[in-house]
């Protein structure tokens, strides 16, 4: 029998080591322990107590050494007070005190304290395994003395506490606290190799190193991939597949239970899946902080990685919340990173924490719950918010691949607001399938003249156009035109807005002299209501002008769009995309005039300002620069073709 197999196995070892002779007191202090393999560790002088987390991997802890489910009442304090106290008569029986137990007169945690504080007992070390319950550790209300209280003093013996919860570390030692980091790509490899018993499979030496790095070198993930190959003919690749395969097979594997005969025995000691082993610590956070439990199982939701604090659900109080996050990154479950405000979950704990939730039956609920927060957070599709959007994307998508909540109006509001702010990112395919689903949902459930059916038409069309789909464009805006004429007065500004959208659709089918026929009534319309510096009425404007320039009246969209550009200088900021779109629109028109001096003027602001706001690869950034370079050859072309008597 190995030592380490020994240490798990009694309670008392007597090790030697340099003619130096002590006592090894061995404290599984919770219920149904499921620690891997503890490594003792001696730091300071033997009066220091020393604590320690438990190996795990990047930012994770190691699921062996967390406690089981069940309510505390019936499998918690109970059953940990008998436990304790058999293996306390035994320990003072091993220990040849010579002290008769009586528990009707002494706590037997309390004879072991007097007998190691004792100089008869020589030198000791004592290690309390586990000691993640801060009840058992510290007490409760009604018990106010916990394990902590019973801890020997003695100058011959030094006390080594292991647990996953980094406050509960400091409380017990201090400074003197030990991380026990992750394993090694070299020491996973070795574990690897040790467990299987088909040696041969390590010669894929690329499928080695893919398979460690997807279980992030967590030996209790590598424990039982190696069960599940050793119990199977498969490769390393074939089980890499079923673990990075559907969400469902990655969760089957993680559930799955296999024997190990290093880890604890006795009660719950077939509970050895992955999965299993972390609920038990998702089971103690959701009864000591509620609030950590709510945030775990709202990420559980959203993609794994990169997830924005801002986006988390509101609590009570900032302090509240710094305390619910500090929670879970005591567990290494939500791993800040560095000095930004985002968080990332390790995608089997992500994978293991749906498990956990599926078995409270509280998946549905979640998600409805997840949807509503989103849709209610989710910016507009003003440009200023690009970066706030392009930040929630991931976790929509990821949100909205589920089909649970699929019944909700709040998840096609999310929906359809998603496709709009694709659309101005420029992902114009994308935001026609987003806008679709929002449109065919509210279709099949809104009467024909409901306003949140014809908003979500209205949008689904000015993509469609976007996307070069004219026709359906004109169809969609048709009917809404008809409709709101029916259920509208004239002046309405959602009918307004979609008689403009529809002259925008005629103007991209050629159909020009309605375009300008159904703007001008909307100009003239908005002069009567809107003050000359409205956003509606400007925008109007500039596609008015777009209509006659189209339709040979270039001095009048000249005319048009020198309003809009001056009215723009003075309430919007010069990087605003609508004044650059307005003054890219006028260059247009002045270069159709033949005022080509005029046109490179004004394009050269917009490109510089361009260069200085939007991304390399901003649609609207390339157009600006393309059109300037066309300037450019022109105005070189026209130099050359230029009789000499006129260059003179």
Known sequence: MSPSRSVIAHPLLTVRSQDLCFILVFVPILVHP??????????????????READGPPGLPEAGTGRSGGSRQDAGS??????????????????????????????????????????????????????????????????????????PESEDGLTLFTTRYRQNAVALAGKEVVDLQHMTGEEAESFLRTSLTQEDLLQDRAAVAELLTELTHLPLAIAQAAAYLNARPMSLQEYLSLLKNAEEDTISLLSREFRDETRYKGAGSGKNAVARTWLVSFNHIRRSDPVAADLLSFMSCIEHKAIPRRMLPEVKSMEQMAHALGTLDAYAFVIRQGDSERYEMHRLVHLATKVWLREQGATEDLYQKTIAHLAKIFPSDDYSNRFIWQEYFPHVFCLLENTQGSGMEARYELCMWVGRCLQVDGRIGEAVGWLSECYLWRQGHFSGDDPSRLVSQHALAIAYEANGQVKKAMELLEQVVAIEAEVLK??????????????GAYMANGQVKEAVELLEQVVIMQKEMLKRDHPSRLASQHTLAGAYKANGQVKKAIELLEQVVAIEAEVLKKDHLDRLTSQYALA?????????????????????????????????????????????????????????????
């Open 34 to 51: 499921v620690s891997a393999q503890p490594t003792l560790h001696r730091s300071g002088d033997e009066t220091t107590r020393a604590g």
């Open 78 to 151: 109970a059953e940990t007070g008998i436990h304790c106290k058999g293996a306390v008569a035994r320990l003072l029986d091993l220990l040849g005190a010579g002290v008769t137990l009586n528990p009707m007169e002494e706590d037997p945690k309390e004879t072991v304290r007097r007998y190691l504080s004792g100089e008869t007992a020589g030198k000791w070390l004592l290690v309390v395994d586990n000691a993640d319950d801060e009840e058992v550790l510290f007490g409760t209300p009604d018990d106010s003395r916990g394990v902590a209280d019973f801890l």
């Open 490 to 503: 004239k002046d309405h500004p959602d009918r307004l807005a979609s008689q403009h959208a529809l002259a």
């Open 588 to 648: 247009g028109a002045y270069k159709a005039n033949g005022q080509v001096k005029e046109a490179v003027e004004l394009l050269e602001q917009v490109v510089a300002i361009d260069a200085e706001v939007l991304e390399e690869d901003y649609p609207n950034r390339q157009i600006s620069q393309n059109a300037l370079l066309s300037l450019y050859t022109q105005q070189c072309s026209d130099a050359v073709d230029q009789p000499e008597s006129d260059i003179s």
